[in-house]
């Protein structure tokens, strides 16, 4: 097809070594941005189901409903306890017995 000092003349140019990738990357680059990003235009478009929409406002919860609901209830006796990390025994950790915790499983 090409002479072989044409194909080594080719390998050693660096613009057609190293920019038309270059070039190749950035513009497929733009066309699958393009792509990703209207998918979330698309979703946008997307109509809820009217049944499921009328049970998402029936269940209304607010922050003050739940605010309420937590209000009288007593955190005098809270205890922070730290999580046991994964090379530690939780129930060590815990102040639980694993003896007692071993009777009980089987």
């Known amino acids: 097809m090409f002479p072989p ?3 080594r003349a080719l390998r050693k140019n660096k ?3 190293y920019g ?3 070039l190749l990357l950035v513009v497929g680059g733009s066309f699958g941005l393009r792509e990703f990003s209207q998918i979330r ?3 946008v478009k997307i109509k809820v189901d ?3 929409e009328k049970k998402l406002k029936m ?3 607010s922050l003050e409903s739940e605010y309420e609901k937590i209000k009288d209830s ?3 006796d809270w205890k922070n306890i730290r999580g046991p990390r994964p090379w530690e025994d939780p129930d060590l950790l ?3 017995n694993p003896e007692i915790l071993k009777t009980k499983t089987t």
């Open 5 to 7: 000092a044409a194909m």
């Open 15 to 17: 613009t057609l070594r």
């Open 20 to 22: 038309v990738p270059m």
């Open 41 to 43: 235009y698309d979703a």
């Open 50 to 52: 009217p049944e499921l």
């Open 59 to 61: 269940n209304k919860v």
């Open 74 to 76: 007593a955190f005098e």
């Open 94 to 96: 815990q102040g639980r």
